[in-house]
């Protein structure tokens, strides 16, 4: 079989349209502190760890992270990333069945979740601004304005994508500077006021936005500890300090998000480049979130926002039929702008903090798309899959597998169906809990690179560093590989009870196995299927795609 006839064509069709400063933009997105961050801190509430050491000693163990990937990508920087390293490295099968399994069909659960930071930082807080409360509390509390939410969401950012690389560029350094723009001015109004400010600002605005009682503040916090919120800002042994990562890395685990798209990145062979954009925005994320945390506790104080976290939650989840004294999600930017009197500088700093939402969107999409793009692109997918849009150099079909199928688990998640007594709205750490074991396989792969392709890696820019005589790319690995095993056991087997996604949860193993099952069955197929057409995949398996 001749070489030149292993891959669907001889080029990808693909362009790199992208800088470094593009990519660094998207992995400062992809930890998104106003979106995944704000969201998934106020779920835990419960946790006995200091949330700022947790950031902290989280977000070092995640650099050895920026040096796995950033390595992989200078070594065979190519669209599909994990699939790509995984399958050239760990062979065929794993490298398929981890990476689709991890950056396809799990991003479809990723769907209804952003849907709901996006109504909770967009249309709540601007409808009531507006004086459209009960608009503002229907898109709180109704789950039929949540998926309504979410169809708006999905074409939007199909629309976007469909523009391509350059285009989507653009849309994110706009979305970057404006979206900063505006924590600016909530960082200011934090610094400046004072909790008593705060507090005369929460009772007015909370009445005349969503119709609270009077004395919110004290009902809030006293809802709260009846929900049991206990998580401070400082302080914990090292042992709850870890318990609390499992929870805080659905939002700080994703600096490489954009490991799959480095086929379209100016330089990607460049590892100092790549390691830096990565850790640059690790660490500004970072430290961003504790500044940010230390302004909200001087001011709204990290005891009503943790009590404000609580109830709103308790009630969410269904652990009580009282509803919160704020009918809305506790948003600290919003809570911030109650600082003021005037609800045109509300409104503006409020659209301009939905920004951070707007520059970040397509992460629930375009990564995975270049994964399928890359698989069909070594014929396990059909071959449309692997068409580009000659325009845009976009891969529409690709883009279509994530955005339909995302809007149908998006509905059993939004109506929480049930499977054996748990309901998909259970399911959201498994949405990190799958992706973290597609970066173990890849991690894997970082770790015996040296030693299963010497010839590859000794031909690349990581074969310099090196830490006490070792690869220093497998070292990196080791770290992070250990912080893996790590999580995954505590979200399988959850001894403390304080994730709900592991083997007690029926709905949440049906729905992995399925997904892992569906990878595993379209992999076979496309074994037999090419292997009747006369092509091996195995060969296929043997080489770097081409660019």
Not at 221 to 236: D, E, H, K, R, S
Request: proline content about 4%; charged content about 10%; some cysteine.
């Amino acid at each position: 079989m001749a070489k030149a006839t292993l891959f669907l064509r001889k080029a990808t069709g693909l362009v790199r349209s992208w800088s470094v400063f593009d990519a660094f933009i998207y992995a400062f997105f992809s930890i998104n502190l106003i979106t995944l961050g704000l969201y998934i801190i106020s779920q835990m509430y419960f946790f006995e760890g200091g949330l700022i050491p947790t950031l902290i000693i989280s977000g070092i163990i995640i650099l050895a992270e920026c040096v796995v990937y950033a390595g992989l990508i200078s070594v065979m920087p190519r669209a599909g990333g994990d699939y790509v390293w995984q399958s050239r490295i760990l062979g065929g099968g794993i490298g398929f069945v981890l990476a689709v399994t991890g950056w396809w069909f799990i991003l479809w659960l990723w769907t209804p979740l952003y849907s709901d930071m996006l109504r909770h930082i967009f249309f709540v807080p601007l409808t009531a601004i507006l004086g459209m409360k009960d608009t503002a509390l229907w898109f709180a509390s109704d789950p039929n304005s949540w998926m309504l939410v979410t169809v708006i969401m999905c074409a939007l950012i199909a629309v976007v994508i469909a523009l391509g690389m350059k285009a989507y560029a653009q849309v994110q350094k706009i979305s970057f500077w404006i979206g900063n723009a505006g924590l600016a001015v909530v960082c200011l109004f934090l610094l400046v006021g004072n909790n008593t400010a705060f507090r005369a600002g929460l009772e007015a605005n909370a009445t005349k936005l969503f119709g609270a009682a009077p004395g919110v503040y004290e009902a809030t916090i006293a809802a709260g500890q009846a929900a049991g919120a206990v998580t401070p800002l400082f302080g914990g042994s090292l042992a709850v300090i870890f318990l609390a990562m499992p929870y805080l890395v659905f939002f700080n685990l994703w600096p490489n998000w954009g490991a799959t798209l480095y086929g379209e990145v100016k330089g990607a062979d460049d590892f100092k480049k790549n390691l830096s954009g990565m850790a640059y925005a690790l660490i500004l994320t970072t430290v961003l979130a504790v500044v940010f945390f230390l302004l909200v506790d001087k001011t709204i104080t990290w005891n009503f926002m943790n009590n404000a976290n609580a109830a709103y939650w308790n009630f969410r989840w269904g652990y009580t039929t009282e509803a919160p004294p704020l009918a809305a999600w506790p948003y600290p930017a919003m809570l911030g702008m109650f600082l003021t009197t005037s609800p045109f500088l509300q409104f503006i700093v409020l659209l301009a903090m939905s920004f951070w939402f707007f520059g970040w969107a397509g992460t629930v999409f375009l990564s995975s798309t270049r994964v399928i793009f890359a698989a069909a692109f070594d014929r396990i997918l059909p071959e449309a899959v692997a068409s580009v849009e000659p325009r845009t150099r976009t891969p529409i079909w690709a883009m279509a597998l994530m955005v339909v199928p995302g809007l149908i688990v998006s509905y059993l998640f939004i109506y929480n169906v049930q499977i054996g007594g748990s309901g998909f709205s259970s399911l959201t750490l498994a949405s990190t809990l799958v992706i973290a074991v597609t970066f173990l396989g890849s991690t894997i792969a970082a770790i015996l690179l040296p030693y299963i392709k010497p010839d590859l890696y000794k031909a690349s820019p990581i074969a310099k560093y090196k830490v006490l005589g070792l690869p220093a790319i497998s070292v990196a690995g080791v770290i992070f590989g250990a912080f893996l095993v790590f999580l995954l056991y505590q979200w399988l087997f959850d001894p403390n009870a304080l994730y709900g996604i592991g083997i007690k949860n029926t709905a949440s193993m049906v729905f992995m196995g399925a997904m892992y099952l569906l990878a595993l069955v379209i992999y076979l197929v496309a074994m037999v299927v090419r292997r009747r057409q006369g092509i091996d995949l195995n060969m296929v398996y043997k080489e770097i795609p081409a660019e």
